[in-house]
C-alpha cells in the first residue's frame, strides 16, 4: 500500500492535494458517469473532472499539481459542484485559495452566540446537562460538574492538566474503551478539526499541534492524510461510561470572534 507523502506546506499543494483527494473518492456513478470495467486510478480521472467543471484538463492538471495560485472565484465554484463538495467541503476550498465566496452567505451554519470566555464560562456552569466549551484550537474553555463526570477520563481529576480534545481522543486508551464506535467518531473529529481550523493552517501553533499528533497516532496521522472535511455538528453519543452505556444528543452551536469558540451541549436520550 502506497504511504502519502508529508502534508504539503505551499498554498497551491495544498489546495492540489485537497483537490486530489476529493477526485479520488468521488465515483463515477456519483458523478453521472459509467463506472466502465477497467479503471487504474480510484475514483474519476483528471479529465473526467475538467469536462464536469466546465475548465480545460490541462488547467485543472496544473491546479491539481500546486503549479499556479491564480484560480478564480468561477473556476472554485465550477470545482465545488463537479466534485460534489459539501458545505464544509467547499468552505474549506475556498479559504485554501483564499477567495471569498460568493454564495458562502448562501451557505447554512449552526446557531451563533457571541460570549467571551468569562462569559461562556458563566453559561456553561449554569448548564445542568453535560456542557463544555473549546477554543480554536480545541482547548478546554470550561466545562461544567455533569461533564466532569461523564468524561471522567478527560476532564475528571486525574485526566490531563491541560485538557484538549483531540490529543484526548487520539491519544488517551481509555477514549477508546469511553466512546463507542471510537474509531468512527474519531475519524470524524479529524475531518470536523481540519474544516474548524482552516484559518489557522498557517498558525505555527496550529502546525506544530498537528505535526507532533501525527507524529503520536498513526490513526490520527492517516485520518489527517486523507484530507477528509466535515462541517462540526450535532447529532447522537453514545459513551460506555463507568455506570453503563448512557446516550446523548448533542449540539454545537459557535461564538466568539469569527466563531471560535464551541459550546458543546449534550442533552439526555
Known amino acids: 500500500m502506497d504511504h502519502p ?12 492535494a485537497f483537490l486530489r483527494a476529493a477526485r479520488e473518492r468521488l465515483q463515477p456513478e456519483a458523478a453521472g458517469l459509467p463506472a466502465g470495467r477497467r479503471r487504474r486510478t480510484r475514483g474519476l480521472r483528471r479529465e473526467e473532472v475538467a469536462a464536469l467543471c466546465g475548465i480545460s484538463p490541462t488547467w485543472y492538471t496544473w ?50 452566540v457571541e460570549p467571551e470566555d468569562h462569559a461562556c464560562a458563566s453559561l456553561v456552569r449554569q448548564m445542568r ?15 461544567n460538574p455533569a461533564a466532569r463526570r461523564l468524561f471522567e477520563p478527560w476532564l475528571g481529576e486525574h ?7 483531540l490529543r484526548w481522543v487520539y491519544l488517551d486508551p481509555a477514549a477508546r474503551a469511553w466512546i463507542v464506535d471510537w474509531e468512527l467518531r474519531a475519524r470524524r473529529l479529524a475531518a470536523e478539526f481540519r474544516a474548524d ?16 499528533l501525527c507524529a503520536q497516532s498513526e490513526q490520527f496521522d ?4 486523507s484530507q477528509q ?3 462540526r455538528e450535532g447529532g447522537l453519543r453514545a459513551f460506555a461510561t463507568a455506570e453503563g452505556p448512557r446516550d446523548y444528543r448533542q449540539s454545537t452551536l459557535r461564538g466568539g470572534v469569527a466563531g471560535a469558540v464551541k459550546l458543546i451541549v449534550l442533552q439526555p436520550v
Do not use: K, M
Open 5 to 16: 507523502g508529508p502534508e504539503p506546506s505551499g498554498e497551491a499543494e495544498q489546495l492540489g
Open 63 to 112: 491546479i491539481e499539481q500546486g503549479r499556479t495560485q491564480a484560480v478564480s472565484v468561477a473556476t472554485l465554484d465550477a470545482l465545488a459542484q463537479g466534485l460534489r463538495l459539501r458545505a464544509a467541503e467547499r468552505a474549506y476550498l475556498f479559504e485554501l485559495a483564499r477567495r471569498a465566496d460568493p454564495r458562502a452567505a448562501l451557505v447554512s451554519r449552526s446557531p451563533v
Open 129 to 143: 446537562c453535560p456542557a463544555y466549551a473549546l477554543d480554536a484550537h480545541w482547548d478546554l474553555l470550561a466545562c
Open 159 to 165: 485526566g490531563p492538566a491541560e485538557p484538549n480534545l
Open 197 to 212: 481550523t482552516a484559518p489557522l493552517r498557517d498558525d505555527p501553533r496550529h502546525r506544530r499541534f498537528v505535526a507532533a
Open 222 to 225: 492517516a485520518a489527517w492524510r
Open 229 to 231: 472535511v466535515l462541517e
